[in-house]
């Protein structure tokens, strides 16, 4: 069944795409937490067009079919390169769609004329967006933003690019200046969410979230069709099961048993922000054994960023962190967590 932006049930909750982080390993564990749809980590279209054999580019697409729909997210600032790039995606890949990074704030995209700083050639970002809809095929097209980069407001750049051939657009509620810090403007996402509903374009806002209560009083304000999370989900897949069950009451198949405040599992069940050491155990070796699985021995040396933050801020942890830092392999992972945890293994 084709993907279709008007189509997808609302709301929509979603992991944001994150250089170096949102690889396939993580994008999975996420869906299985409930996150609805999937974008690969942001890639290079400079890279793709000057050597289309390249195959850490083309890594960066990889996914694998339960995470459909899957949508790859492409920048750089060349209309031609884009064309090349996004042709070789779909051949390659047959994604579910496209979606193409304005809003990037990272100093190398934005020094190299793409990302964010695209605000300011509204004419070049309306061909990128018509190439890409075009050498794709006609799939699905989406656009990332920022609240604004220096003195161009996000609605400003939207009403500049009017009639580009795009059906979904994703506002992060920060500015460019700001990055990833800093209180959100939810006026933008309700400024947007006003503009693009009669046109039966899709709104997701992001930026600053971090629980479910907070995703449903986003919602609630801007009226937007779905939320993004980035940061919040870093050792954290459990909060996209979390958001669903403030927006919607339901769980579908996951349970998050509650703890005490030990951190042990008490034997009553429901959803809360936190969750047992045993489901966190478990979801730390399934995301384990896909990083190894997908890519090879220099997975674990990969993941131990993310089990750093799977355990961030658990009491008296520094021996624990430490000894995930330096982790080689599965079976040592497995010891580690069963020496720290023998009441979750029994």
């Known amino acids: 069944m084709n993907f279709s932006w008007k189509d997808i049930p ?3 909750v979603a992991l944001a795409p994150m250089s170096g982080i949102s690889d396939v390993a993580m994008r999975s564990i996420a869906r299985r ?3 609805d749809i999937t974008f690969s980590e942001f890639i290079s279209s400079d890279a793709l067009h000057f ?8 890594m960066l697409a990889k996914f694998i079919e339960e995470e459909r729909p899957f949508i790859i997210q492409v920048f750089g600032r060349e ?6 790039a996004v042709k070789a995606l779909t051949e390659k890949f ?9 809003g990037c704030p990272a100093r190398n995209v934005v020094n190299n004329g793409a990302g964010s700083c695209l605000f300011l050639e509204p004419k070049l970002a309306k061909q990128i967006i018509e190439t890409v809809k075009e ?6 097209t989406s656009i990332k933003l ?5 003195h161009v407001p996000a609605m400003e750049f939207l009403e500049q690019i009017k009639g580009a051939p795009f059906e979904s657009v994703t506002v992060h509620m920060r500015t460019y200046e700001q990055v990833h810090n800093g209180p959100v403007n939810l006026e933008v996402g309700k400024q947007l969410t006003q503009y693009f509903r009669p046109q039966g374009i899709t709104v997701i806002v992001n930026g600053g979230i971090s629980s479910g209560e907070q995703a449903r009083q986003v919602l609630e304000y801007t009226g937007a069709d779905g939320v993004m999370v980035a940061q919040a989900s870093l050792g954290n897949p459990f909060i996209f099961a979390e958001i669903k069950h403030a927006l919607t009451g339901i769980t579908g198949t996951v349970t998050l048993p509650t703890v005490s405040p030990q951190g042990i599992p008490n034997q009553s069940s429901g959803l809360s922000t936190d969750i047992s050491i045993a489901t966190r155990i478990s979801t730390v070796l399934d995301h384990t054994k896909l990083m190894l699985e997908h890519k090879g021995p220099r997975g674990i040396i990969e993941m131990r960023k993310h089990l750093l933050w799977y355990f961030k801020g658990f009491p008296n942890a520094a021996d624990l962190r430490k000894e995930l830092s330096q982790v080689e392999s599965l079976p040592q992972l497995e010891q580690i ?3 720290h945890f023998p009441f979750a293994n029994g």
């Open 135 to 140: 050498a794709s095929g006609g799939l699905p």
């Open 51 to 58: 050597k289309p054999e390249n195959d850490k580019s083309f």
């Open 10 to 12: 609302k709301p929509i």
């Open 79 to 84: 209309p031609e390169r884009f064309a090349s």
């Open 337 to 339: 967590l069963l020496t």
């Open 33 to 35: 937490w409930g996150s």
């Open 146 to 150: 920022r609240a604004s980069y220096k």
């Open 94 to 102: 047959h994604p579910d769609g496209f979606d193409i990074n304005f």
